[in-house]
């Protein structure tokens, strides 16, 4: 297996590895979608603590993991204790709306997938995620951060702010979800960011449509701090574990390495051998209990993706029908939007992976790319991901996996390592045939997907298309 | 003196500053420009020999300079003996034919401004100056590098080079001027590199439509082996110092600070105050010898800048006049292109001369800056520049010194430091006033500029208008 950064023998990587006692969970959380389907699946109990550090001194397990960057988990919830107080105050501070995008960013650093960010960026934070991808702790080290998190306002919002140093935080249906603190107020130059960001300023761009064009002209940063765990209520909060609750369930079972696939496409069985590959060689390699975590994006996603709900339905088929298994997988949902910024954007997915307890990262072609808005090619050269992942200030501790090729093996009948000795007997299945496939109700070969997963994409684009058909009162 | 970082006493810093004989040059360079004029201004000899460390052994002077980046000055000049063998394998080799802008690059790369880089750069260190401004050391450590230098070809190139290991560089006039070894070629995403340089993609920026929009689709990498030090016979050969002429003559002059003032416009008399307000405030902080560096950038610049055989004779009449003092002060040019690439560009700026020796650098506002191309503002944020240089990756022992604001002083009758308790009494003359100014004839106020300096500007202007008026032959 190629890797990057030099692989460390896990005894040398966690020296407490050896005499960690490996803690099984006794109890598994009732999971509506997959334990109605027999699966099998151990997925952490979701505290329902509101602390900043839930069941912390609960576990006995010493921590094999990796450190979040920062060296300390940045939790943003406030103790249930202080709520009371928490509201009160918000009813004398100006306020600021925020639109769905904003609240899973307020969602994502509020359980320190950003740490060691401790709010939507201040100016000199914007300034070295734009310029460096990466900002820099007081002792003068680098921490990798290549995505804005920021959060934009407008005249109006600036205006009625004026001296405030606090700011209160509404969710899109208005409900008080945070407090802003020591904010500053900096220009929004969207251009600079959205060149600097994406690597090109072509319109199209899915997230600028979304989040940074019709925003405001302005920047506001500062120390968030959350009322309540920011919830969505969409049946699947469940499984949005946050990077605390992941490390703990990661101690849990044990784990000695724990390697992470980010994914925003149903999974097929070219991924599933590539992750049970993965295990294979991280066992070869020495570690014990390799622990997978399968960890789809559920933020803000560009119109023709696969929705999540549907994702994870289908990824729940994938384990049920035992193509991964349950007993060294984790399915948890990345609360991050999504920038489709490539080789800036992969950064982000390692770090904040990185924050939850993952040292091996798979990363593959393309890895948050897109096609081109306005040209006929790729946004991004898909090779340059891995390559600019593997030389990133502040990824240095992570090792970076690179995506072995699968196609299907149309002698053997079933997804394979694609082996250029026999390129003729292989048949690559892109991401577009699959959504046409599916869309024209036709199936793909025999071994390319579990049948029940396939059913749930096939009743998807079926559903589209019913609801395509139906006209619509004027 | 506001410095972002920390100011280390001399002591401190060069443990051997105090030790250090404080030698001077007791013979001076003829200048042709400069002595005509009486200038006492003392030049650093110019080597004539053409080895890769010119007068090393000659010094016995230990010198308390900055290291240069990656620990070692890298100069790509091969002796003297090897040409004639370096011109007979040019014969065989496929050869490539550099734009006058390349050929600047090849310079900056030659004499080591650009340290530890050996030549133009890879696919590994292009990507990492495009997504970080920085690229990693073997050991691990990062140096900064802001702008990408690389050489764009075109496919008949790429096609005639093939699977050949090394290139012949020609010079614009089809000389041969550098061997380019173990070369790699791999594809110029000009949309990116601009994007993620300049923060636009929006026509029109200056270095764009010289050197990047009709450049070739690929770029070539490689180890650089320079046959003689680059000139241009233009008269102002004599002084493009060289990093090491200019740490020779830091140490000839016992320097044990060296603060540069990169420029690209005339001198005028609140610059002087400036630097001669830096030099008194490094003295009072300990320094024995602070040493200016004024460093007028001689590469590539936008039309309607001043030419700089132009500055180059208004900094002599700037010298000549006694604003500056000719024995703490050393002019020479800065060999780069101007990209017109703000915050991104002040980086480069700044390691450059960090090469050169220099350990304190001046920074003002919108360094590197311009209008933006299509929208009526500037293209960058006037304070960014300042802001990203004092955050830069790698320029961490670099001490930073915010330019502090001149004005015309109506009531003083002379250029002095803004003074925002009689904002009234000030009278801030931009670049723009100034030229116009030169342009119409018109006198600037008595203690802008010295008369000398003005005159030279004014002459220019009139030259020009004179050309603009001669009938051109049809």
């Not at 921590?63 to 105050?89: K, M, Q, Y």
């Not at 749930?456 to 684009?461: F, K």
């Amino acid at each position: 297996m190629a890797t990057t950064h030099q692989l460390t023998p896990p005894h040398l990587h966690h020296p407490s590895a050896s005499t960690t006692p490996r803690v099984r969970a006794t109890a598994s959380l009732a999971h509506p979608l997959l334990l109605s389907r027999r699966l099998r699946l151990r997925l952490a109990a979701a505290p329902q603590s509101r602390s900043p550090c839930p069941r912390r001194g609960a576990m006995s397990v010493r921590s094999s993991l990796i450190d979040p960057d920062g060296g300390a988990l940045v939790e943003l919830v406030a103790p249930p204790d202080r709520v009371p107080a928490l509201r009160a105050e918000a009813d004398a501070l100006p306020r600021v709306r925020l639109a769905h995008v904003d609240l899973q960013w307020a969602h994502v650093l509020a359980e320190g997938w950003a740490s060691p960010l401790r709010g939507f960026m201040r100016e000199h934070e914007y300034l070295q995620s734009l310029h460096f991808n990466c900002v820099r702790l007081p002792d003068g080290g680098l921490v990798n951060m290549s995505l804005p998190i920021v959060l934009a306002i407008g005249d109006a919002d600036k205006d009625q702010i004026g001296g405030n140093p606090d700011v209160a935080l509404q969710g899109p249906d208005g409900g008080v979800v945070a407090i802003l603190r020591r904010v500053e107020i900096y220009p929004h130059n969207k251009e600079e960011r959205i060149a600097r960001t994406f690597g090109t300023t072509a319109p199209g761009l899915p997230y600028v449509d979304e989040a940074i064009a019709s925003a405001g002209n302005w920047l506001i940063g500062g120390d968030l701090e959350v009322l309540e765990p920011i919830k969505y209520n969409d049946g699947l909060d469940h499984y949005r574990l946050s990077p605390r609750q992941l490390r703990n369930e990661f101690d849990k079972r044990g784990a000695d390495a724990v390697f992470a696939f980010q994914l925003r496409n149903p999974v097929h069985n070219g991924h599933a051998l590539l992750m049970n590959d993965t295990r294979r060689r991280l066992l070869e390699m020495g570690y014990k209990n390799p622990i997978l975590l399968l960890h789809p994006l559920g933020g803000f996603t560009k119109a023709d993706d696969v929705p999540l709900p549907v994702r994870m339905e289908q990824h729940s088929k994938v384990l049920e029908d035992g193509v991964l298994d349950p007993e060294t997988t984790i399915v948890s949902i990345f609360p991050s939007p999504m920038h489709y910024a490539g080789p800036t954007e992969v950064q982000w997915h390692a770090k904040a992976r990185i924050n939850a307890g993952a040292n091996f990262y798979i990363v593959g072609r393309d890895p948050a790319g897109m096609g081109h808005p306005t040209e006929k090619r790729d946004l991004y050269n898909p090779d340059h991901g891995k390559k600019v992942l593997s030389m990133a200030p502040g990824l240095e501790k992570l090792n970076i996996l690179p995506f072995k090729v699968a196609a299907y093996d149309t002698v053997a009948k079933e997804m394979a390592f694609f082996d250029p000795s026999r390129s003729q007997d292989f048949l690559f299945i892109s991401g577009t045939k699959m959504r046409t496939f599916a869309k024209n109700g036709e199936n793909p070969p025999d071994g390319f997907m579990c049948p029940g997963g396939w059913k749930v994409l096939v009743d998807y684009y079926n559903s589209l298309q019913a609801e395509e058909a139906t006209p619509v009162p004027v």
